[in-house]
């Protein structure tokens, strides 16, 4: 049976069975899960973060992006989660769905250095011996104090 919409289920874990036409989202994982909207039983993960899906919710509906491909299950369908409503896409060539892995994993490549970068950046430089021998501002004013 084709699936023609989703009905977001807010979860604190994944139900050992899916039902149909059931969006579960576990917020606390950033995950979302369903069966494949094609109606072979698949279970579908669709992680939430910068370089995979971006979930919306609208207080009703959600909406997930980009398409979800399952191109890894017999059936590969293509389709968006748009509103609750299930949108067909077409298929995709071969090529086109490696040249799509290729984006992603150059992006997930880019975020992890940029997030690396923001670390190395937010720790403190490394002392000069200078720096350490220099008393301190507090030290100074009280041996100024005479304490």
């Known amino acids: 049976m084709i699936i023609k919409s989703l009905t977001p289920q807010f979860v604190e874990s994944f139900p050992q069975k899916l039902e149909p036409g059931e969006l579960y989202l576990a917020m606390e994982f ?9 109606g072979c039983g ?4 669709t992680p939430f973060s910068p370089t995979d899906w971006q ?29 609750g409503r299930i949108e067909w896409a077409g298929d995709m060539s071969q090529a086109a769905i490696n040249a799509g892995r290729n984006r992603d994993a150059e992006a997930k490549a880019r975020l992890q250095s940029s997030r690396t970068e923001e670390v190395v950046a937010r720790q403190p430089a490394p002392q000069t011996q200078e720096q350490v021998d220099e008393p301190s501002l507090i030290a100074r004013f009280k041996t100024w104090l005479g304490f």
Do not use: Q
């Not at 950033?30 to 094609?38: E, F, P």
């Not at 959600?62 to 968006?80: A, E, Q």
């Open 30 to 38: 950033a995950t979302a899960a369903h069966l494949c909207a094609c």
């Open 42 to 45: 698949n279970k579908v993960i």
């Open 55 to 83: 979930m919306s919710f609208d207080g009703e509906t959600v909406s997930l992006k980009p398409s979800i491909g399952n191109w890894s299950f017999k059936c590969r369908s293509h389709y968006w989660v748009r509103s």
